[in-house]
């Protein structure tokens, strides 16, 4: 049966943990015919991806946990001359070390970027889902036939089973970069979604005002997208909105006068500053 990922960002600390486990199971083990060993630095087959998005004082980090996407239209496999890549029966995608005559083509060819050169073995190498794990290939005592970046998660962020065992997560998931065409099988649940934050105040009295409303409304269907309402420090954050879109964000207190800010743009995350409302006579 084919196997899938399910990464669950919100879950996801950053504590390198996958990628460090994934090193120790890849440098300097030979697990032939799946793999030869991993460099000790420029080879990241588990990577974390670190995202810092906003700018100050509304600033967020994102991780993301990136490997190959064992894609099941996957460009690597098509460009390969020597027909060194190949799509296991349970869906992962392997590069045969003894084949790969090196020509760096598939390298080119990933629009992920995620697999690399070793200069020293003159092969291209990449995450290989741990096959050599899967089938039982060295196992020690009571370890599970799992990959290690899932195995050494600590916050149970990465999953890794049948389609069909994890069919509700990837209900709730998206992949990445789905305009490539490659069907990956990797999924992301909770990936980043654009936010416009700021914060709201009196400058007659020199304070926060909370309770206000603070709407974030699509230019294009006049629909509200994301509210919130102001915190004792006066601030908001309308969160989830939609890559690349126009906003029109309000902003009502029953005390105050309204307040329109007419184009926001979500091409990135938008800190508003700090608003002025002005009280009603």
Same mark, same amino acid.
């Given at each position: 049966?084919?196997?899938?990922?399910?990464?669950?960002?919100?879950?996801?600390?950053?504590?390198?943990?996958?990628?460090?486990?994934?090193?120790?199971?890849?440098?300097?083990?030979?697990?032939?015919?799946?793999?030869?060993?991993?460099?000790?630095?420029?080879?990241?087959?588990?990577?974390?991806?670190?995202?810092?998005?906003?700018?100050?004082?509304?600033?967020?980090?994102?991780?993301?946990?990136?490997?190959?996407?064992?894609?099941?239209?996957?460009?690597?496999?098509?460009?390969?001359?020597?027909?060194?890549?190949?799509?296991?029966?349970?869906?992962?995608?392997?590069?045969?070390?003894?084949?790969?005559?090196?020509?760096?083509?598939?390298?080119?060819?990933?629009?992920?970027?995620?697999?690399?050169?070793?200069?020293?073995? !003159?092969?291209?190498? %990449?995450?290989? +889902?741990?096959?050599?794990?899967?089938?039982? #290939?060295? $196992? @020690?005592?009571?370890?599970?036939?799992?990959?290690?970046?899932?195995?050494?998660?600590?916050?149970?962020?990465?999953?890794?089973?049948?389609?069909?065992?994890?069919?509700?997560?990837?209900?709730?998931?998206?992949?990445?970069?789905?305009?490539?065409?490659?069907?990956?099988?990797?999924?992301?649940?909770?990936?980043?979604?654009?936010?416009?934050?700021?914060?709201?105040?009196?400058?007659?009295?020199?304070?926060?005002?909370?309770?206000?409303?603070?709407?974030?409304?699509?230019?294009?269907?006049?629909?509200?997208?994301?509210?919130?309402?102001?915190?004792?420090?006066?601030?908001?954050?309308?969160?989830?909105?939609?890559?690349?879109?126009?906003?029109?964000?309000?902003?009502?207190?029953? !005390?105050?006068?309204? %307040?329109?800010? +007419?184009?926001?743009?979500?091409?990135?995350? #938008?800190? $508003? @500053?700090?608003?002025?409302?002005?009280?009603?006579?």
């Amino acid at each position: 049966m084919a196997k899938v990922f399910v990464i669950d960002l919100s879950r996801c600390v950053g504590c390198y943990d996958c990628q460090i486990g994934c090193k120790d199971e890849h440098v300097e083990n030979d697990w032939s015919p799946y793999a030869k060993p991993q460099p000790d630095t420029g080879q990241f087959w588990m990577k974390i991806v670190e995202m810092e998005r906003g700018s100050r004082p509304k600033v967020v980090i994102t991780y993301i946990p990136l490997l190959c996407q064992h894609c099941d239209n996957a460009p690597c496999m098509l460009v390969c001359a020597p027909k060194a890549i190949y799509k296991r029966a349970d869906g992962l995608v392997i590069i045969d070390p003894a084949t790969c005559n090196g020509c760096r083509v598939c390298i080119d060819a990933c629009p992920y970027g995620v697999i690399y050169f070793n200069t020293e073995l !003159k092969i291209a190498q %990449k995450c290989t +889902g741990c096959a050599h794990m899967l089938d039982g #290939v060295s $196992l @020690g005592e009571g370890q599970p036939k799992m990959p290690r970046c899932v195995d050494n998660c600590p916050a149970d962020a990465i999953k890794f089973g049948e389609y069909e065992e994890l069919k509700d997560l990837i209900a709730k998931a998206e992949i990445l970069h789905p305009e490539y065409g490659t069907k990956p099988r990797v999924y992301y649940i909770n990936l980043p979604k654009p936010f416009v934050a700021g914060d709201v105040y009196d400058p007659e009295n020199d304070e926060c005002i909370q309770g206000a409303t603070v709407n974030a409304v699509d230019i294009s269907t006049g629909i509200v997208s994301a509210t919130d309402t102001t915190d004792e420090f006066g601030d908001f954050w309308l969160k989830n909105l939609e890559w690349n879109k126009m906003y029109r964000v309000t902003i009502e207190h029953p !005390k105050y006068h309204p %307040k329109i800010i +007419g184009v926001v743009a979500t091409n990135k995350d #938008v800190h $508003l @500053g700090s608003i002025p409302l002005y009280k009603k006579p």
